[in-house]
């Protein structure tokens, strides 16, 4: 089992940066995909960027690809998303999660996909 705590988050205004850290508990981390989703108000959840186990494949939604990377290390246990060119439309609480896969070219963009969740770091872009 895997325990997953987000981290980072806050207030930033447009055009700025920060990087979310997860960190996961366990000794078999380096077995997990793991993905950053969002939610903004009033909306649905949302794939932001996943990473295979190994880090050694990445994907984006379309939203965020060329302002945010996803990365991982796995000697601590984390996995980052660093933001940058923040909008206003970033605005939401970001999750990350994990599932376990037996292939390292393996990524989820579906959230039915993965089984361990953090409780979420908010992030706010102001205009």
């Known amino acids: 089992q895997v325990q997953l705590v987000e981290s980072g988050g806050g207030l930033v205004q447009a055009g700025g940066s920060l990087r979310l850290s997860c960190l996961a508990s366990g000794r078999t981390f380096n077995r997990y995909a793991v993905g950053w989703f969002r939610q903004a108000p009033g909306k649905e959840r949302e794939f932001t960027a996943t990473?295979?186990?190994?880090?050694?494949?990445?994907n984006y939604a379309v939203s965020v690809k060329g302002r945010f990377t996803i990365s991982r290390d796995n000697a601590k246990n984390t996995v980052y998303l660093q933001m940058s060119s923040l909008e206003p439309d970033d605005t939401a609480v970001y999750y990350c999660a994990a599932d376990r896969t037996y292939s390292s070219g393996i990524t989820f963009q579906s959230a039915d996909e993965y089984e361990y969740w953090g409780q979420g770091t908010q992030v706010t872009v102001s205009s």
């Open positions: 990473i295979s186990r190994d880090g050694g494949i990445t």
